[in-house]
């Protein structure tokens, strides 16, 4: 497969990048950073003859169109516009950049034979946060959920997701829809959740989570990666699929657990919980989101499955985060280095 991403030096996107290459597909990634300085876990497929980068930006459409005909792709992921790196949120400049792939897009497909056109698959990543949030007895989100402006940041994604579906509806190109909630992994933005979190312990100071209490569904990026990667090979166009782990936890669990893992690779010299910097946090003016998401069709059309485990998953992204944090840092292998430390608020598995 010809693979073109756009953003592909972001979190999600260096992710999915790394993934295609490795498996065998030509991907072309073009990003407005610098790969080296901005993706180093990029290099070690950067020289291979199925990988190209282009620092650029998507919202020169005309620049894009000739890099798509110069490529000729057989799928496009916009990772650049629809999700940044902090919990996968919409970011402010997404707009403006899922214009420019539109129109790039739009002139590629006008130029492709029907065949082609046919192959041809332009995957959209979008934040479930698009669907407000479940109450009453709703379980979870499937991929029949109407869209829901519960807040700004809320109102933002479904906008982009509006821009895209009017866009597909007047000019009859077909689009896939790839939906995830709360995204972790190694290589997040520092602003992110647990970055920000093993920052604070690290200093020793206050830690509070904003929006404590909200619920997210929590997936490891490189199953999301897997997931777009799938949905352009196998997805069918015009529809949606979500992804998900079926980890539904609350900030405040998250960031407990992320704690408690500190506590066993990274012990206090005091031999206290970093639990004892948690504080509460302050009440959010609007009621805690809820987000759980169905991944069965996903499952059963993409046969793709999460693979990481939650806990596994956040020990991962703590020790990729503290060799960043504390140079000296070695992971302790002691099992008594928290032995004392009580497990409430472990996530089950």
Not at 101 to 109: G, Q, R, S
Not at 124 to 130: A, E, Q, V, Y
Not at 270 to 280: A, F, G, I, P, T
Request: aromatic share 8%; with cysteine.
């Amino acid at each position: 497969m010809r693979l073109f991403v756009s953003g592909g030096c972001g979190f999600v996107g260096s992710s999915l990048v790394k993934q295609a290459v490795i498996n065998g597909s030509h991907v072309f990634n073009m990003d407005m950073r610098n790969t080296a300085q901005i993706a180093p876990q990029l290099a070690e497929v950067k020289g291979k003859k199925n990988y190209s980068q282009l620092i650029g930006n998507v919202t020169d459409s005309v620049m894009l169109s000739a890099l798509l005909k110069e490529f000729k792709p057989d799928a496009f992921i916009h990772c650049a516009g629809g999700l940044s790196e902090k919990h996968g949120t919409p970011s402010l400049q997404g707009a403006e950049a899922t214009i420019g792939v539109l129109e790039a897009v739009k002139t590629y497909y006008k130029s492709l034979d029907e065949t082609a056109q046919k192959k041809f698959k332009l995957v959209i990543p979008f934040n479930t946060l698009i669907y407000g949030s479940l109450n009453g007895s709703v379980a979870e989100f499937d991929t029949n959920t109407p869209l829901s402006t519960t807040s700004i940041t809320a109102a933002r994604a479904v906008m982009d997701l509006v821009l895209v579906n009017g866009w597909s509806a007047e000019t009859k190109i077909p689009v896939i829809y790839a939906g995830a909630s709360a995204i972790y992994g190694p290589n997040q933005n520092s602003d992110a959740l647990i970055p920000s979190v093993l920052k604070a312990a690290v200093k020793q100071t206050s830690i509070s989570p904003d929006r404590a209490y909200d619920t997210l569904d929590w997936l490891h990026v490189d199953d999301f990666a897997d997931g777009l990667l799938a949905a352009a090979k196998s997805g069918k166009n015009g529809h949606t699929y979500l992804f998900s782990g079926r980890s539904e936890r609350r900030h405040i669990d998250i960031t407990t657990n992320v704690l408690m893992i500190l506590d066993g690779v990274y012990p206090r010299n005091d031999h206290q919980s970093y639990k004892v910097l948690l504080h509460d946090a302050p009440q959010s003016q609007t009621a805690p989101l809820r987000c759980a998401l169905s991944p069965i069709k996903a499952e059963t059309d993409l046969n793709w499955y999460a693979k990481n485990n939650l806990l596994m998953g956040l020990r991962e992204t703590v020790i990729w985060n503290m060799q960043k944090l504390a140079p000296k840092f070695t992971v302790q292998t002691n099992k008594a280095a928290n032995s004392n430390f009580s497990a409430s608020g472990l996530a089950a598995e």
